[in-house]
């Protein structure tokens, strides 16, 4: 048997995490030299816990085992499990992404032009987001259709948000955008 693909290692790790109510969100097979390594992102809308990954890559690695003993998998040498969150600098390009952060600061590269705003909230089809913008003390709702969805990446900020905008992206779509 050769070396797992990534399509191959992806079809056995999505029941597991869909099991434990998690997305996949990546997955790098790394062929290196007598190790090989596996770097499984997941995520899920509640935030997996250090135990819970713990949890998720023993099973994983339970299932890798498996495989391997029944011919079905070749690591060769054997490999390096790495299980994780997607992190902060991952790109927002899907719903479920921009609804994970909801009430974070984006920063969003359209033309040339970087703006960052606030992420309210996602439409009931989840095709458009509101974002907020202090625009000097007044707060700007625009919308952004997420099929059009220019580079967005969550911005990390240290101080603590204003409440206006804290409110504004807790309100429904339907609120925000009224």
Same mark, same amino acid.
């Given at each position: 048997?050769?070396?797992?693909?990534?399509? *191959?290692?992806?079809?056995?790790?999505?029941?597991?995490?869909?099991?434990?109510?998690? $997305?996949?969100?990546?997955?790098?097979?790394?062929?290196? +030299?007598?190790?090989?390594?596996?770097?499984?992102?997941?995520?899920? @809308?509640?935030?997996? @816990?250090?135990?819970?990954?713990?949890?998720?890559?023993?099973?994983? +690695?339970? /299932?890798? $085992?498996?495989?391997?003993? #029944?011919?079905?998998?070749?690591? +060769?040498?054997?490999?390096?499990?790495?299980?994780?969150?997607?992190?902060? @600098?991952?790109?927002? &390009?899907?719903?479920?992404?921009?609804?994970?952060? #909801?009430? #974070?600061?984006?920063?969003? @590269?359209? $033309?040339?032009?970087?703006?960052?705003?606030?992420? +309210?909230?996602?439409? $009931?089809?989840?095709?458009?987001?509101?974002? *907020?913008? #202090?625009?000097?003390? /007044?707060?700007?709702? &625009?919308?952004?259709?997420?099929?059009?969805?220019?580079?967005?990446?969550?911005?990390?900020?240290?101080?603590?948000?204003?409440?206006?905008?804290?409110?504004?992206?807790?309100? &429904?779509?339907?609120?925000?955008?009224?």
């Amino acid at each position: 048997m050769a070396f797992p693909t990534t399509e *191959i290692l992806s079809a056995l790790i999505e029941p597991l995490a869909a099991s434990h109510k998690f $997305d996949l969100e990546g997955l790098k097979v790394t062929k290196a +030299g007598p190790k090989s390594a596996v770097a499984i992102k997941v995520d899920s @809308d509640s935030r997996p @816990d250090l135990d819970q990954l713990e949890v998720f890559s023993q099973e994983i +690695g339970e /299932l890798f $085992d498996a495989a391997e003993q #029944r011919g079905e998998l070749n690591f +060769g040498a054997g490999y390096t499990l790495e299980v994780s969150t997607p992190g902060v @600098d991952n790109p927002l &390009t899907l719903p479920r992404h921009w609804r994970r952060n #909801r009430g #974070r600061l984006v920063a969003l @590269d359209q $033309d040339g032009r970087k703006r960052v705003a606030r992420i +309210g909230a996602l439409n $009931d089809a989840e095709t458009h987001v509101v974002l *907020i913008e #202090r625009n000097k003390k /007044l707060l700007e709702v &625009t919308t952004l259709e997420l099929a059009h969805s220019p580079r967005a990446v969550v911005e990390i900020e240290f101080a603590k948000p204003a409440q206006d905008e804290t409110a504004l992206a807790e309100s &429904t779509f339907d609120e925000a955008t009224a």
